[in-house]
């Protein structure tokens, strides 16, 4: 079985940072994407931003330059700088591991990490 485990959600001012961090563990031989989605009460979960194994990036629009997502493939990590924080922003950040395989025939698979809040209020 494979976890997601995030943190650095929290509550911060219009115009701060914060740092998302997410790490998998489990039973891993390979993970072709890690990034983040994030939704907000009756919306539906989207996109922010997303890095391949071989470094190929997919940022959402609404991230302009704003957010620097990295990826640490051999620690199965990734993490989220966000700046320029907007309350627009606020919303539950999820970390996704995507195509995942446990073994190098299996099923590809999806996981989720639990969420973490992300609050951007003054």
């Known amino acids: 079985q494979v976890q997601l485990v995030e943190s650095g959600g929290g509550l911060v001012q219009p115009g701060g940072s914060l740092r998302l961090s997410c790490a998998a563990s489990g039973t891993i031989f390979s993970i072709y994407a890690m990034g983040w989605y994030r939704q907000t009460p009756g919306q539906q979960r989207e996109l922010v931003a997303a890095?391949?194994?071989?470094?190929?990036?997919n940022f959402a629009d609404f991230v302009t330059g704003r957010y620097t997502t990295s990826r640490d493939n051999a620690k199965n990590t990734v993490s989220q700088q966000m700046n320029s924080l907007k309350p627009e922003d606020t919303a539950v950040y999820y970390c996704n591991a995507g195509r995942v395989r446990v073994w190098s025939g299996s099923p590809l698979r999806d996981y989720w990490g639990q969420g973490t809040q992300v609050t951007v209020s003054s």
């Open positions: 890095i391949t194994s071989g470094g190929s990036t």
